[in-house]
């Protein structure tokens, strides 16, 4: 039981946590209640029926692999209430097996596999106990013997694992996909509505680490942008339709160019992040009009795009008419107040510019910046800025693109992360989702596109969550226990990371051909990766041949010493019989020839009294003197072999 719950508990730790929690304590309970006797068969069917259809209920009705893994899971969780005898408990450990291979479906960080490999080696113990308790011998082998008689198996297995893992030939695009996430990952999206953010912001897990070669931007420049959202419901944000198929808008850069590696999380989803602006579509991606990336599929495991991005001096400075109307349109009736205050602004000033600078004036002056807001209602720009005055990024940018909408200037909000960590052991940023951040982007003539912050104008006294209470580590369980510095603590552990993703998961099609580059082979071909994966195979093969062979051995020295001798003497003919005993067997090589067979008549007798005869032979220093004998002497060749001589053992 204990063996095949390890075996289950990765995969319990990568499901969502209600799910988790949920088929833990059924199994737990389960595994009570059969204790002593087994439940009966239609408490059995009514128990996995229920816990069935919570599973499918807690995954909404749709079918992806989070949802097969935690179906796994359940069915594991009830196996325990049929497990009766040794057949039971054998199928069982066979059973469980599948999760820590389930679990890689879901996640392949180090921890999933440490924990994955203690279930594995815990399984095959038990499994060895297992056969201890069929054959009737209760007390055969210690844990520390089954422990080691599973390392070896380990053993035998690595160089060939090793061999398939470097050396397999890799393709750069999978023959096949695997079914997405029925429950998505935290992250950014195609829409965005004031106050849904609040489990983004608390979610403290990585979203991409980025390493800079050469030039790396200050902090205050690190905008990593994602989805561009233009239309507007009154409500709700979504990127709009119309810019689909486009090419990318025109650009004047300036002189300055970011060089940038960045490893992107699991999202499954397509959309990517790209330091403002990203020059052009890294490998097989897709740059869209407003200069957003595109994975060509879902994003279900860990990748890595290297990228030239520089700031714009001018981003669509001809804003075609469709386009210009899309990013003036309000909804009809919608927040009257805003409109008011941008009518009466307007008729102030004709400036674009003026107006912008107007309105992050009033937000220095008069917003504060917090996370505790209340939902937004129906006028949801009027309620932000002239009653609460109060929020997060999204109230910030989603109320001023309004209000610029409102007078006349085109304007969006744009989503994506801000910032980042620089970890100082790896010299890389790390962003993590609870960086998620919006933005706004309004047109104006002759420069087009122009990023506005206004979250970043709040006045630093008006911070009521101030990035120090976020810093990483701040809030864990070690963090709390370390007075809030367990910098140096996160900093190891998502150096480590960061080095497992670079070594194993980003060990690519790409990096394989170039594997031997050190060795001056500048690239390997699938042929050349097919013949040296053949030559490290067979290599493998003999190496756990070889261990194999030498599993099966006498283990005792002085037996071991003996056998050899018996080999030397069956190589001229003389070879000991089965059933002939050491002294018989040495008199009848005396008889056959001079010379040692002296020799081997008193190292017979001392083998024999050292087998037979009491414990005092059996001293080290008797049983090393006896082995260095044996191993000393050599036969000579007989003058005539006696008829009916063993020739083997």
Not at 24 to 39: D, F, I, Y
Not at 339 to 361: C, F, G, H, T, Y
Not at 595 to 612: E, I, K, V
Request: charged share 20%; proline share 7%.
């Amino acid at each position: 039981m204990a063996a095949a719950a390890v075996c289950v508990l990765p995969l319990l730790l990568q499901l969502p946590s209600p799910l988790g929690l949920l088929i833990g304590g059924s199994a737990v309970a389960v595994a009570a209640l059969s204790w002593r006797k087994p439940l009966h068969a239609l408490v059995r069917l009514l128990l996995t029926l229920t816990l069935l259809a919570a599973v499918i209920a807690l995954s909404g009705s749709h079918f992806g692999r989070d949802t097969g893994c935690a179906i796994l899971a359940a069915m594991l969780a009830m196996k325990p209430a049929e497990t009766r005898g040794v057949r039971d408990a054998r199928s069982l450990l066979g059973f469980a097996l599948f999760a820590p291979f389930a679990t890689f479906l879901l996640d392949q960080g180090p921890l999933s596999l440490l924990l994955g490999l203690a279930g594995v080696a815990l399984a095959l113990m038990a499994l060895l106990r297992l056969t201890d308790i069929e054959s009737g011998i209760r007390d055969a082998t210690t844990t520390r013997a089954r422990f080691g008689s599973v390392g070896r198996l380990v053993l035998l297995g690595l160089p060939l694992a090793l061999a398939a893992f470097w050396l397999f030939p890799r393709l750069a695009t999978p023959l096949w996909g695997v079914p997405e996430r029925t429950l998505a990952r935290t992250g950014l999206s195609d829409e965005m509505s004031p106050g849904d953010w609040i489990d983004l912001m608390a979610d403290d897990t990585p979203a991409l680490r980025v390493r800079f070669f050469g030039t790396t931007p200050p902090t205050s420049q690190m905008y990593w942008r994602g989805p561009v959202l233009s239309d507007f419901d009154g409500r709700t944000w979504a990127r709009s339709r119309r810019s689909t198929g486009l090419p990318p808008a025109a650009v004047t850069r300036a002189k300055v160019l970011w060089d940038y590696q960045v490893e992107i999380e699991p999202t499954e989803r397509r959309q990517m992040v790209a330091l403002e602006l990203p020059v052009e579509a890294p490998g097989d991606s897709r740059l869209g009009h407003d200069h957003e990336l595109f994975s060509p599929r879902p994003l279900s495991s860990l990748t890595r795009w290297r990228m030239q991005s520089s700031p714009p001096e001018t981003f669509e400075a001809d804003l075609a008419g469709p386009l210009q109307q899309a990013t003036l349109a309000l909804p009809a009736g919608s927040n009257p107040r805003t409109r008011a205050l941008a009518a009466r602004w307007r008729s102030d000033a004709d400036d674009d510019q003026a107006i912008v600078r107007r309105a992050m004036q009033w937000i220095r002056s008069d917003f504060a910046y917090t996370l505790s807001t209340p939902l937004a209602g129906r006028h949801a720009a009027d309620e932000f800025l002239f009653d609460q005055q109060e929020g997060f990024c999204e109230h910030f940018s989603s109320a001023f693109v309004i209000l610029m909408r409102a007078a006349g200037i085109p304007a969006r909000v744009v989503t994506g992360y801000v910032g980042g960590y620089r970890n100082p052991i790896g010299d890389y940023w790390l962003v993590r989702r609870s960086d998620a951040h919006a933005w706004a982007e309004v047109w104006l003539d002759g420069r087009g596109w122009v990023r506005v912050d206004p979250t970043a104008a709040v006045a630093p006294e008006r911070i009521y969550d101030t990035l120090d209470d976020r810093r990483p580590g701040a809030d864990s369980l070690f963090g709390r226990m370390l007075g809030g510095d367990a910098s140096r603590l996160f900093n190891a552990t998502d150096w480590l990371r960061q080095s497992w993703n670079q070594l194993v998961l980003g060990f690519d099609a790409e990096r394989q051909s170039r594997l031997l580059r050190p060795l001056g082979i500048e690239r390997l071909d699938g042929v050349r990766l097919g013949l040296l994966f053949g030559l490290a195979a067979v290599s493998a093969l003999l190496w756990m041949a070889w261990l194999s062979r030498r599993a099966e051995r006498q283990r005792d020295p002085v037996l071991r010493a003996w056998h050899t001798l018996e080999r030397r003497y069956r190589r001229l003919g003389l070879g000991r019989n089965p059933d002939e005993p050491a002294m018989t067997w040495a008199q009848r090589v005396a008889d056959a020839g001079p010379g040692p067979a002296d020799d081997l008549l008193r190292l017979s007798r001392r083998f024999s009294n050292w087998r037979y005869a009491g414990r005092d032979d059996h001293s080290a220093r008797a049983s090393r003197q006896l082995i260095l004998s044996l191993r000393r002497h050599r036969p000579s060749p007989p003058h005539a072999a006696s008829p009916g001589n063993g020739e083997h053992r």
